[in-house]
């Protein structure tokens, strides 16, 4: 009986990952320069996935400071051109930065890190600002689009 893969028990492979030794089947399978390795191995190193390329940062600037702009002013529409009162602000401020966030993640194609964070940090500023949320919605606003963009799933 042959060794089962590591990814797919019951699946018999006699091919192993050139880096981690690792039995793979051939859905497991990637043909690198150096041999074949699974999924895992093959993966560039996290630091390489964090940054981006140049369109990536121009798209991730475009989508968040434009989301920033319409939904700060959609905001001052909706609640009027007085500063929000309360912790109502608050929360309004926390959907903003997720949402910032969210539209840096699209913008940047999926790539996220700490320049991609900052974008999205500075993005909701401008939007609290807009949407009139004050110091503490500013605050707010900001540690949650830096938080989002930096957690393992947006």
């Keep these: 009986m042959s060794p ?3 990814f797919h028990p019951g699946v018999e492979t006699n091919v192993r990952c050139a880096n981690c030794d690792r039995y ?21 190193p996290a630091a390489a996935r964090r940054r981006g390329k140049p369109e990536q940062y121009i798209g ?14 959609l905001m001052r529409q909706l609640f009027g051109a007085v500063p929000f009162i309360g912790i109502l602000s608050w929360w309004i ?3 903003l930065g997720a949402g910032i966030a969210e539209a ?11 320049a991609f964070a900052a974008i999205a940090g500075a993005a909701a500023f401008v939007c609290a600002f807009l949407a009139g949320v004050g110091i ?8 949650a689009a830096v938080t989002s963009a930096l957690a393992g799933r947006w």
């Design 136 to 143: 503490i919605g500013w605050v707010f606003a900001v540690v």
């Design 24 to 44: 793979i089947c051939s859905r497991d399978m990637v043909e690198t320069p150096v041999g074949i390795k699974c999924r895992e191995c093959a993966l560039p």
């Design 60 to 73: 991730a600037v475009l989508a968040a400071f434009g989301a920033a702009v319409l939904g700060g002013l």
């Design 4 to 6: 089962e893969c590591a």
């Design 93 to 95: 401020a926390l959907a």
């Design 104 to 114: 840096t993640r699209l913008g940047a194609r999926g790539n996220r890190g700490p």
